[in-house]
């Protein structure tokens, strides 16, 4: 068990590592008491899109597959929300809404990569067929504002958006506010930690394998398909669970969150991060929204010619993504001088074996 | 006891034949190298038994199981073990963790761990181990590729041109390794041509040429066919 | 009778035009350097406003079309020598930052000129056959198409740089070995690719009563803007 937490894969390890993890984790912990509610809502907001970015870091950074379909997966999902929560009637069955809503995400993400992978596309062909669905699903349902669209009470409603779905509840009790705050952060916790084992495990092992050299991994007796299409079901089932959040959260959702430019933010978040390290990308993602949320309020548009020069000087300057060259930097120092310490303390004992013989 | 059987098998590639009507067996537990001047067909042919290619004719089976249609990784679950022409190991990836994807097929637990020393200290790569695959130099990544062939446990180990870019003294070191395992009772299909190394492993050969069987038997027979050396070293030596 | 298979040549001609023009350029520097350029609507977008501001000037039309394509393809080149360059050995990085560089002429152009300027007119021209009537413009815009094509083959096929061309784009290593100046080269195809792009939208921006930049004719999918509905309803609303 702590030997897949602590892996080869991950950076981030050892008792300095998981000490600042549970001082963030307390941290984030006691802050809704500190903050007024306006402030704990948005910070819910942020970790909304944490999901989707940590499915594409382990599709993109592991995997080797850059989906551009996570906002498809999202929109499926956060649709299907809106569907399944409006005709369920709301109440304690939008938790099973928000459940089958991730389950239909990942349903499709099986059936497009089953096609996709068995066709053998890979490369920047994967891109280019990922954002060609996600680009035909914001088309249509920008067109759907009629009212002969709508799936059993539920309206699509066009490029206004579908909206009067309940938010989650349990019984008579909205979970909003800290309630929804404090669900968000479990999430995270879980998904953080489940996916850091998978990709210590052997699976993460053979992921790692087929990014390196897919026909390499296959001669080790690998099916290599089938590690991709999982990679890519639980990459995309994390932007579902993203979406089913984002509209139980805001209580609506718009095309305007599938199409461009929104299917390019997961990518500027996983890129600017470092797509090879899960917590660089929790980190950096983190960061990002809360950094754009800040400009949006001033205006969108700047908020997103920051992203763009930010893709732009990822690619340019640090291909492996900022926050992960800055996490090694401040890494390597520290075991530099842990080790000069350790060192020094070598030569000590040794000085005082010599004094004693 | 026949481990490998090929049964006329062609490929072409539009109008070239680059392997015709070829029939092909590898014994249980010998060492049989497949040789042969440049475009004979002899990694075509290897590439048809290991599955990159569909045969265009003919079938091929493996332990008398009709393996024609398998994709390379079901032909080794059943037992085969690859290194290709090219290093092609995992680079970006430390060679320990190159090793244990291999390994973690066959072993598990402590066991795995025995192996994983074991293996890194047969190809002398302990001290390397903790090194970027990539960072090593070639002759230490076509070893590091042959244990990683090695790490499958197979019964049938298929190696092509496994000393390419080693120096006389790797390729000697080879040679005993691949020796010493078929001792165990492996058996291993080479293809290869350089023929000191041929004369040091191997116990039967086929010779290909121009895609088809040109003579086959033990190592002596071919050593001393004069047709053979007529084809490798052009006809003016024959005289 | 002949009036509808005119018709219906018409209509052919029309979406053939449009898909000649927006594609070529894009296809060229896919097929020449292996890198998908996300940023080819924004060459469209700035050949159709480079246009449209000329002609606004008093240029006459024809002429500002021309400089426009020509603006487009230098900033190709620029575009090319800056950024495409560097990339070429990581084709899905080259896509990424082209990417990023459609996020920022896209927003920065909403932020400083708004979302959308106002139209110069279609020429006027129109001609009668039966009982419908065309215009005579978009029979130029077909005529545009099929120039760029021919004019594509005879450049790619029949002039020494085709032929440099064509070798830098099956060997770009063995072409350089040759002599070939594979880095001149690939920045002429991008600025010609780019240009071309320039011309679709200097072309069509006369038929536009109103050139939305948000509206961008490549992807054909408006996109207004991302999650400015999530902020206008920052905590939850409680259902009624």
Known sequence: MFKLLDGPQTLGRGRTFWSCFLAVLAAALIYPVFADSYDVGNFSYFLIWVFMALGLCLMWGYGGMLSFGQTFFFGISGYAYGVLAINMGGGTATIAALVLSVIIAMIAAGILGYFMIWGGISGIFFGIVTLSATLVLAFFLGQTAGPEWHIGTARLNGFNGMKGMDPLTIGDFYIE???????????????????RMLVNSRIGNVIVATRENPQRAEMLGYDVRKYQLLTFVIGSGLAGLSGALY????????????????????IVWVAFSGRSDLTATLVGSFLLLFGFQTITVYSQQAALVL?????????????????????????????RRRRGDANSAVAETGRLQSDEA | MTLVDVKGVTKRFGGLTAVSDVDLTVNAGEVHCLIGPNGAGKSTLFKLIVGLYPPTKGSIFFDSIDITEERPFARVQRGMSIKMQAPSVFKELPVRQNIQIALQARFSGAERDVEEERLLTLLDLASESGKLAGALSHGQQQWLEIGMALALQPQLLLLDEPTAGMSPEETFKTGELIKSFNA????????????????????????????????????????????VAEIYLGKTHAH | MSAELFSVFYQFADVFAFLILSAAGLAIVFGMMGVINMAHGEFIMCGAYVTVGLVKLGVPLALAQGLAAVTAGLIGVAVEYLIVRRLYKRPLDSLLAT???????????????????????????????GGYTFSTYRLVLFACAVAVLIGLYITFMKTRFGVIARATMQNAAMAKALGARTGRIYAISFGIGAGLAGLCGALYAPTMTLIRWAQRLWWKVSSPSWSAAPMSCSAPRRPP
């Open chain 1, 177 to 195: 506010g800290s309630a929804l705050y404090y669900v968000m952060v479990a999430l995270i916790v879980i998904v953080y930690i489940a996916l």
């Open chain 1, 247 to 266: 509209t139980s959260w805001g209580q609506f959702i718009t095309p305007s969150s599938i199409g461009l430019p929104a299917a390019a933010m997961p």
């Open chain 1, 307 to 335: 992203m763009g020069t930010l893709l732009l000087a990822t690619v340019m300057l640090a291909p492996q993504g900022f926050v992960l060259g800055v996490g090694k930097l401040v890494v390597d120092r520290w075991t």
């Open chain 2, 184 to 227: 165990e009772g492996m058996t291993v299909l080479v293809v290869e041509h350089d023929m000191a190394f041929v004369r040091q492993i191997a116990q039967r050969v086929t010779v290909l040429h121009l895609g088809k069987i040109f003579a086959r038997g033990s190592l002596e027979t071919i050593i001393q066919d004069e047709k």
């Open chain 3, 99 to 129: 990417w990023g560089l459609s996020l920022i002429v896209t927003q920065s152009m909403l932020l400083i000129v708004g979302s959308s300027i106002t139209g110069i007119g279609t020429p006027e021209g129109s001609f009668a056959i």
